[in-house]
């Protein structure tokens, strides 16, 4: 099993910034890839950011070059960076965990990019 809990979502100003983490806890030595998706109202899940064990990064075009994925092995938290932000961007943002064992998600933290 793990445990996802995200943090740092609110409400921002178009062109503000954000950055939302994700501590794991549990069985994370088995974790492949840890993943950010967002869901806009009205719309379906759909991937954000990723970033593998081995440290290769993957961000979505609608976000390549103001959204970067990182991570903090000592912490096991990862994080994702949120610059130039947009209405569009306005979602609830869920971690991902792809493990040996199974995919786990978080509760989701909710984004707001209005003025």
């Known amino acids: 099993q793990v445990q996802l809990v995200e943090s740092g979502g609110g409400l921002v100003q178009p062109g503000g910034s954000l950055t939302l983490s994700c501590a794991a806890s549990?069985?994370?030595?088995?974790?492949?890839?840890m993943s950010w998706y967002r869901q806009a109202p009205g719309k379906q899940r759909e991937p954000v950011a990723s970033?593998?064990?081995?440290?290769?990064?993957w961000t979505a075009d609608s976000v390549q070059g103001r959204f970067t994925v990182s991570r903090d092995g000592a912490t096991n938290t990862v994080y994702l960076q949120m610059s130039n932000l947009e209405p569009e961007d306005t979602a609830v943002y869920y971690c991902?965990?792809?493990?040996?064992?199974?995919?786990?998600w978080g509760q989701g933290t909710q984004v707001a990019v209005s003025s």
């Open positions: 549990g069985r994370i030595s088995n974790m492949n890839v």
């Open positions: 970033i593998a064990s081995v440290g290769n990064t």
């Open positions: 991902k965990a792809a493990t040996t064992t199974g995919e786990y």
